[in-house]
């Protein structure tokens, strides 16, 4: 006999009996529920004072009977029957009210954040017969105000609705949405949320970056949601009323994916997905996965599965279900795809094999460095925001072609050229990965080794996009970055580029405040006055020991 699930304590032997034997009954196709079963239901829970419910599958059999308390019944989790995004559960819940209240507030959110097929509620008469049954649907094409459509409650004699008919039609719809965003090729839908505690535009600026990140990473984004509480849910991050309107606009546009704009603990992460059946990422993941599409050295690919390996680690404790949702990162492309289905074992087995690996790829490298500094010749850092436009500089300075894109993290892996001074003098000029606010602490340390080779740096040029709107906390969050790599003893020159995007006054301001050498990276001909400093910082360089 299968099991009864929810709140069974203090049963007796032959309620819990009747309660069990509620799996040997069918429904047919037509019926919402049967009428001898509804006036069951009434009589049992109207007898052990309790609510009691059922969910039943598209072949109308009873897969789950759950005993609630006066209030509420707690649906189980049901991961056999998770469906593929943009679908429906394949069940449906059916539950009695003891009092005659039609469907609640609790009750459609459950229906939202589960997917139902239908939720229903059976109320009582006062001496425990059948009164009405009220069913709510899902509308697929629904808006905001109007997500639901709940239908005139029905009486015993109008209980064969055209069940299975509607269940049909409203996955059609499902369909037609599906079909309609398929057409957008393969990437990913997504809907970005910041939940904070802080000032809103705060979270407006890092939404904003984040939707930046997104648009980098190949992700298209439908919609972004902000929520500003007291204090985050431990569990859930926000309240499960936002959420359940976050998985019906999920349903609703044919997204599946949603990214965090803050960094979520596993535990999290697990109810989140239990809740939602999306796939959930935070912001770090997404950084993770953009430096995974991006990698393109044997360093680089090897530093970022570190990366990845890394932050996963503490979250594969999780039970299987969400595991695959949990790992799969957007589209599961990169250097770290073959992780996907790793447990913890293989995960540190594979975390010792990259550290050896890496520290050989290093030590190759070392000795190349050596053999090029043993030549003397000095060395300037381009460091810098992602997307300041640091690689365009190199570009312009030495005459070459590093990719530069207008996306964040073009460049993950070191590019070194060299320039010749006016003065004849020479330099060995180095292009570096972007910072970025809260650089994920897995990534500094995997690409410590990369970041590192700035200390051997004669000169570091922080190269600034001045117009950026966040300019300023992009210039702090390069600093602090900078002083954790202890380089704060290495000489900056602050460039200020892309002034061609702003006025020429505003552009002699800011160079004044932040003692910075205006420039458009990509016109050589503004170079000179940066070019000069350069050569000026370098010779007068102190004398190396
Ligand atoms: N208008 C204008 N655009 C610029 C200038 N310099 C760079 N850009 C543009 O800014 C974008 C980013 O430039 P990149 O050189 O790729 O920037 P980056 O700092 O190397 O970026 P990451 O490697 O992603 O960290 C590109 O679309 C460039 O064309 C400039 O002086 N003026
Ligand atoms: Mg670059």
Not at 82 to 111: M, N, S
Not at 493 to 504: E, F, S, T
């Amino acid at each position: 006999m299968k099991k009864l699930y929810g709140n069974t304590t203090g049963l007796k032997a032959d309620q819990t009996r009747r309660l069990e034997n509620l799996y040997r009954r069918r429904i047919p196709n037509e019926f919402a529920i049967s009428p001898d079963l509804a006036r069951d239901l009434a009589h049992i829970s109207h007898e052990i004072r309790r609510q009691v419910g059922i969910l039943v599958n598209r072949s109308g059999k009873i897969t789950h009977v759950i005993a609630g308390d006066t209030q509420k019944i707690v649906i189980p989790d049901t991961p056999e029957y998770r469906t593929v995004p943009g679908r429906l559960k394949g069940l449906r819940c059916l539950h009695t009210h003891l009092k005659d209240e039609p469907l609640t507030g609790d009750d459609l959110t459950d229906l939202s954040l589960l997917r139902l097929d239908l939720m229903g509620a059976i109320t009582l008469t006062p001496d425990g017969g059948f009164h009405q049954l009220h069913i709510g649907h899902i509308l697929p094409k629904g808006t905001p105000e109007a997500p639901w459509q709940l239908l005139p409650p029905l009486s015993s004699g109008q209980l064969d609705m055209g069940c299975h008919a509607l269940i049909r039609a409203l996955e059609s719809e499902l369909a037609q949405i599906r079909a309609l965003y398929a057409g957008a090729g393969d990437q990913e839908r997504a809907i970005l949320v910041s939940v904070t505690t802080g000032p809103r535009h705060m979270a407006r600026d890092s939404l904003d970056e984040l939707r930046d990140l997104a648009d980098s990473g190949g992700i298209h984004v439908v919609d972004t949601v902000l929520q500003q509480r007291k204090k985050a849910d431990p569990r859930l991050v926000m309240g499960r009323g936002k959420l359940q309107e976050l998985a019906l606009m999920a349903l609703q546009r044919g997204v599946t994916l949603i990214i965090f704009d803050q960094e979520l603990n596993p535990s999290q992460i697990r109810s989140l997905t239990d809740q939602t059946d999306l796939k959930i990422l935070d912001r770090t993941q997404l950084i993770l996965d953009i430096f995974a599409q991006r990698a393109r050295t044997r360093e680089g690919k090897l530093q970022v599965e570190m990366a990845q390996l890394k932050y996963l680690l503490p979250r594969l404790v999780i039970k299987n279900t969400a595991m695959s949702r949990l790992t799969g990162g957007i589209g599961g492309r990169g250097p770290g795809e073959t992780k996907l289905e790793i447990n913890r074992r293989r995960a540190r087995e594979r975390i010792n094999r990259l550290e050896k690996d890496l520290s050989q790829v290093i030590r190759h490298r070392q000795r190349q460095k050596s053999r090029r500094s043993r030549k003397g010749l000095p060395i300037i850092s381009i460091v810098g925001y992602t997307n300041a436009g640091k690689s365009t500089l190199l570009n312009t300075l030495t005459q070459s072609k590093v990719m530069a894109e207008d996306r964040l993290f073009a460049t993950l892996d070191p590019t070194s050229r060299r320039l010749r001074f006016p003065r004849e003098t020479e330099v060995i000029i180095t292009d570096t990965v972007g910072f970025i606010r809260d650089l994920p602490r897995d990534l500094v340390v995997a690409f410590r080794a990369t970041l590192e080779e700035l200390n051997s740096a004669d000169l570091l040029l922080h190269v600034i996009d001045i117009s950026n709107p966040r300019f300023e906390e992009q210039i702090e969050s390069v600093s602090r970055i900078l002083s954790d790599l202890d380089l704060e003893q290495v000489r900056v020159i602050r460039v200020l580029n892309k002034q061609d995007r702003l006025d020429p006054e505003q552009v002699a301001i800011l160079a004044r405040k932040l003692d910075g050498i205006p420039i458009s990276a990509n016109r050589r001909a503004t170079l000179i006055p940066l070019i000069e400093k350069m050569e000026a910082e370098i010779e007068n360089r102190p004398p190396t020991a």
